[in-house]
């Protein structure tokens, strides 16, 4: 019997995948992408093109600034005498201070000089009230008189008393006794003349006269008060003419110096002012401690200045600069010019090219020392050579600059360098903060 169709198995199949893509869509998407890669690549190209163009423009200003002259200042090398020194810091002490006390008690009359004044060794400056010490002076020559009439009696007795005995009136034991009382006489008459001797120096105390020949600062003590003996300090005296200064040197620095002193070599110390710029007062090292402190590794210094001027005063700091030899023609240059490359220690010399224009060139240097804001070469340029002391930085071998001349105002000293090595000792204040120079290294 044939099998009747139903109307399930006549039912179409459905595509669950949606429409079919046809080639049409496909060709407009490629288009797209196409578009796009255009436009990205023409991005790219603008980008590169413009970096392009920055970069020539960058080339073309940088080749403008090499070939435009270069502003530079300019100094002339220069031989000279000069010295080679050690520096340091140092404190101005008096040559003598003395701190007057009085040596008896009593009442302080009025002084007899001004504050401030020059004394003389032995000028009376001060009185203490004498009344008490002339009436025990007064009361000792009594006593000594006393004494002396007891002896002149005692004298006859005894005279007597030998005669006597030698007649044979008077026993042995009468005379030894009349010896034995002139005796006690005269211990008591040397006693008296002590006390008269130590009375009239008590007197003589009453009036304080100056020590030595200086200064004299601000009394201490208003007239009219009591004074005791050795403890109250009544008034301050400073030699200034002559003046000390003191100063340490690292252990380093000592043997060339003692070796000097020790081959009588007399050393020349030069006194500049806090700013080490303007030199004070010139003078001589006297001596060095005889042994250095350990804790600081340094020795003590101390040198002599005349001082008539008196312009070194007590406590003043100076920055101290010991010569220890002098170069009568030093080849010399501003240690601004100074410069340091691959190619060693140099400076920019100035010449004249072809065409008249000053031209930059590179000069080797040696350095010899370096003191403060001159340096001291072993060789160099020619003496009257302009060197470049500003503006070096945008130099180049062979670039054409515009020469001005330097006009270098006082500043403070470098930090300086010798040959006899290590560095300066501490300031004595900040010592004390520093070593605030410090001092370079022979090259």
């Not at 020469?403 to 930090?415: D, E, K, L, M």
Request: include cysteine.
């Amino acid at each position: 019997m044939p099998m009747l169709e139903t109307s399930e198995s006549r039912t179409p199949v459905i595509d669950s995948t949606g429409p079919q893509r046809t080639p049409k869509n496909k060709t407009v998407r490629v288009i797209v992408y196409l578009v796009l890669l255009a436009a990205l690549g023409l991005i790219v190209w603008r980008i590169h093109q413009n970096q392009s163009q920055a970069a020539a423009n960058s080339a073309k200003q940088a080749a403008m600034l090499m070939n435009r002259p270069v502003p530079v200042q300019v100094v002339p090398t220069e031989r000279k005498p000069m010295p080679v020194y050690l520096t340091a810091l140092g404190t101005v002490t008096p040559y003598m201070s003395v701190t007057v006390k009085a040596r008896v008690s009593g009442q302080l009359l009025p002084v007899q000089f001004t504050e401030g004044q020059e004394v003389r060794q032995g000028q009376t400056i001060m009185v203490i009230d004498p009344g008490p010490y002339k009436a025990a002076l007064d009361q000792a020559k009594g006593n000594l008189l006393h004494d002396e009439a007891l002896l002149k009696n005692a004298q006859a007795e005894y005279r007597r008393y030998t005669a006597l005995f030698q007649a044979g009136v008077v026993s042995k034991e009468t005379l030894d006794a009349d010896e034995a009382a002139m005796g006690q006489y005269q211990g008591a008459i040397a006693a008296d003349k002590a006390a008269v001797d130590n009375a009239q120096l008590q007197l003589d105390w009453c009036t304080i006269q100056s020590p030595i020949n200086g200064k004299i600062g601000l009394r201490l003590v208003d007239p009219g008060n009591i004074i005791s003996a050795n403890t109250t300090n009544l008034v301050i005296i400073n030699q200034l003419r002559p003046i000390a200064v003191y100063f340490t040197l690292p252990e380093s620095q000592l043997p060339a110096v003692l070796h000097k002193l020790a081959n009588d070599h007399q050393l020349s110390v030069d006194a500049y002012d806090r700013n080490d710029v303007q030199k004070i007062a010139t003078g001589e090292l006297l001596t060095a401690d005889n042994q250095i402190d350990t804790t600081t590794g340094t020795d003590r210094l101390k040198a002599v200045f005349n001082n008539q001027d008196e312009a070194l005063f007590p406590n003043q700091f100076v920055n101290i600069h010991l010569v220890m030899e002098n170069r009568p023609n030093a080849l010399v240059v501003p240690t601004a010019a100074i410069q340091s490359g691959v190619q060693g220690t140099f400076v920019w010399a100035i010449d004249k090219d072809a065409s008249g224009n000053s031209v930059a060139r590179i000069q080797p240097v040696k350095v010899a020392l370096t003191e403060g804001q001159t340096t001291i070469l072993d060789n160099g340029p020619d003496p009257g050579t302009g060197i470049v002391v500003d503006g070096a930085e945008r130099l180049r071998p062979g670039q054409i600059v515009i020469v001005s001349t330097a006009h270098t105002a006082p500043s403070a000293a470098a930090p300086q360098q010798n040959p006899f090595g290590a560095t300066g000792g501490p300031r004595p204040e900040a010592n004390a903060s520093a070593a605030h120079h410090a001092q370079g290294t022979h090259e």
